[in-house]
């Protein structure tokens, strides 16, 4: 099942869907909370309270803590914009959306090249698996068993040295034949 353009998910089971939690109403400065992000409600206070907010590295996986999860055919609203364009990949700012996790619950992150669309937009390249500062990885160096982590800005990398937990491991990594190795499908299961 697909969420967005990077994201779905390939298995459901002890998937846990927590309630539903608010989008920050303005932008962050990442931008929207992208689909399949890790996000989690640790650190909240006062107004934040209730507000999903990305997750770091440095976090480790628990009970609060997530992927974001909004499915835009049943929560379609005049309020979206052109930003939120179709294929529909962030959480609309304000908007109520859920976290989901569980055990061995699996899912997919793509990383897609730009595409041209028949009336002439272009959809920019996006990578879910990327380096802290949002560029795509080389795929290939990754291997089953690997551990990702949120990388702050929606997407995940690699566990590193410094890190304990991660929030996923890696089960298989799909480049295209002819594609450049930073495009391509993981697919990995949850930890928690």
Request: include cysteine.
């Amino acid at each position: 099942m697909s969420y967005g353009r990077n994201f779905g998910m390939r298995s459901f089971e002890n998937v846990v869907r927590d309630g539903r939690f608010r989008a920050p109403a303005t932008e962050p400065g990442s931008g929207p909370i992208p689909l399949g992000a890790g996000v989690t409600m640790r650190g909240q206070t006062g107004a934040d309270l209730g507000y999903l907010r990305l997750a770091t590295a440095a976090e480790a996986p628990g009970q609060d803590c997530g992927v974001a999860v909004f499915e835009h055919i049943q929560n379609k609203s005049d309020e979206l914009t052109l930003s939120y364009d179709s294929p529909y990949d962030r959480v609309p700012l304000g908007q109520y959306t859920q976290m989901m996790h569980g055990p061995g619950a699996k899912v997919w992150f793509a990383n897609t090249a730009a595409k041209t669309l028949y009336d002439g937009r272009v959809r920019a390249a996006k990578s879910m698996i990327a380096t802290d500062a949002g560029a795509a990885v080389d795929l290939t160096t990754l291997a089953p068993g690997d551990a990702l982590v949120p990388n702050g800005l929606g997407g995940w990398r690699e566990l590193g040295v410094e890190e304990v937990d991660g929030w996923f491991t890696v089960e298989q990594i799909v480049v295209p034949n002819g594609a450049a190795p930073t495009v391509g499908v993981v697919e990995a299961r949850f930890t928690f």
